[in-house]
């Protein structure tokens, strides 16, 4: 068995110590006869990898009491609906900032809803700088200021949350959840999809604080209704059962790790190794202003479409597998989330150190 080093945005890599305990249970977890993908979410054996789960994720990110953590589905982006159909309830204004294709999907979907302010956009510069808030363009009102936390394709991340004062700050972490700490208590909302750095597709998690649950438009889908989905311990319908019990796995190798500690410092370890290299580099560019480098998602170029093309095509032959960049920028992106060895990011900074001596 060779296993090659996927850089992929998402779905991307899981642990193989999770993959490994994952398969030695397939056929029987913990003497039930049954696979998880088998079990009925409503039995005993369901509940306890569903609670583990729920409890594993507040320990780790040490939520708040006053926060659910709420299991959904439909991936982040159904949240780009859910979210204004639970919390533009009071003025039924919403500020948005656009930082990229997700941000601005989401500000689309919003739209549709109430009245939502673009409060700013890096559209401009490319989506490479997160931009300068001017607090003086907040609405004052505004049931809620939405972000997205860490820019999947174009590789920023805010480097300061910005001041909502009593707005609840909600934030998209589908590509930066888990990756570092994280002051929960900042934010009303934090909601991510899991296939980038928690377990396989399929599964949403919401962290919500409790006060914004509860006046949801009428017209919510129950589904997304946080009130339906907390008072049913997120079970008004079957949940996404197995990617349920591979984030508690995922959850608990976190744990082994150190935490969200020891894993932000590996996380900056691999970072740095890569953009140190990219910044000495003669041949290949990371475009993001460095205050704003992402550390999971790594998006760089080589200088040519020629030579993006042939590294893509020769690193893939070599064992680095998704390395091509988002279909609407080009170039190339290394994805280097949770689960990525630190082998992983030396071997292809190595790679990349022979590819630009070859051509150059
Ligand atoms: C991947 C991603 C999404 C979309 O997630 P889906 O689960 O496919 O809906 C939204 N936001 C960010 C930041 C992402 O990285």
């Known amino acids: 068995m060779a296993r090659v080093f996927n850089f992929s945005a998402g779905p991307s890599m899981l642990p193989e110590s999770v993959l490994s305990r994952a398969a030695a249970e397939m056929l029987d977890y913990n003497g039930s006869g049954q696979s998880v993908m088998e079990m009925s979410h409503r039995s005993k054996v369901y509940e306890e990898i569903i609670f583990g789960a729920q409890s594993l994720f507040r320990e780790v990110m040490g939520i708040p009491e006053n926060y659910k953590v709420l299991f959904l589905q439909g991936g982040a982006s159904l949240q780009f609906a859910g979210i204004p159909l639970n919390l533009l309830n009071g003025s039924g204004k ?120 509860g006046a949801a438009r009428p017209d919510t889908p129950t589904v997304i209704d946080y009130k339906a989905v907390a008072e049913n311990e997120s079970m008004y319908n079957t949940p996404p059962c197995w990617s349920i019990y591979i984030c508690r796995l995922v959850l608990e190798w976190i744990k082994q790790l150190g935490g969200l500690e020891a894993v932000k410092q590996r996380n900056d370890y691999k970072a740095k190794l890569l953009y140190d290299y990219l910044d000495s580099s003669a041949m290949f560019r990371n475009p993001v202003v460095p205050e704003f480098r992402s550390i999971m998602n790594v998006t760089f170029v080589a200088g040519n479409e020629e030579l993006n093309a042939a590294f893509v095509k020769e690193a893939a032959a070599a064992g680095f597998v998704n390395l091509k960049g988002h279909r609407s920028v080009g170039g190339m992106r290394a994805s280097i989330y949770n689960a990525m060895p630190v082998e992983g990011v030396e071997a292809l900074v190595e790679f990349m150190r022979a590819f630009e001596a070859k051509n150059s």
Do not use: M
């Not at 590789?155 to 909502?164: A, R």
């Not at 590509?175 to 570092?180: A, C, D, G, H, I």
């Open 94 to 213: 919403a500020d948005y900032v656009i930082t990229g294709q997700f941000a601005n999907k989401a500000y689309q979907e919003a739209r549709k809803y109430g009245e939502i302010k673009l409060v700013a956009s890096s559209k401009a510069q490319a989506f490479s700088v997160i931009p300068p808030l001017d607090p003086a363009d907040f609405t004052p009102d505004a049931d809620y200021f939405y972000i997205c936390h860490n820019n999947t394709i174009f590789g920023t991340k805010w480097s300061q949350l910005p001041q909502t004062g009593n707005v609840p700050l909600v934030a998209d972490i589908s590509s930066s959840f888990l990756s570092e700490p994280l002051d929960v208590s900042r934010f009303g909302l934090l909601f991510g999809g899991a296939q980038k750095n928690i377990a396989p597709a399929g599964l949403t998690v919401v962290i919500v604080r409790e006060d914004l649950i």
